[in-house]
């Protein structure tokens, strides 16, 4: 696990590993959290956290203001909200070095926690 990140404003990174972890924990008061994975710099996935309403694809609901929590294993994407939402998704366009992570926070910080999963088996297929 790397050490907590503060954003506040953008943070984006290149993934050298389609498995991941990141949570995302607000820091006080914060307007919006937009969490995104790009794919040759277009928009692949992104959830959006507008005061508690969370929007990702066309789901809508609200949530308490807590970590987002989300687990990249390959082509799928598990998000958990506020510790009691949960949201799966395929996303079949990432690929090895041409996706990209972003968290853009507004109206405050927040804090990240990052670290890379280990497969659970060495012949896996993660293409």
């Known amino acids: 696990m790397t050490p ?3 954003v506040e404003g953008t943070f984006s990174t290149s993934l050298d590993t389609l498995q991941h972890e990141w949570i995302i924990t607000p820091a006080g008061l914060v307007t919006r959290i937009t969490v995104r994975l790009d794919v040759n710099g277009e928009t692949g ?13 066309g789901i809508d609901f609200h949530a308490p203001a807590a970590p987002i929590r989300l687990l990249l294993d390959a082509s799928v994407l598990e998000v958990f909200v506020g510790n009691r939402e949960a949201l799966t998704s395929r996303v079949y366009t990432v690929k090895h070095g041409t996706t990209s992570f972003h ?25």
């Not at 853009?104 to 060495?122: K, N």
């Open 103 to 127: 968290v853009q926070v507004e109206g405050g910080r927040a804090a990240m926690d990052s670290w890379a999963l280990m497969p659970i088996s060495p012949d896996r297929l993660v293409s």
């Open 4 to 6: 907590a990140k503060e």
């Open 45 to 57: 996935w992104q959830l959006t956290d507008d005061n508690g309403e969370i929007r990702c694809g």
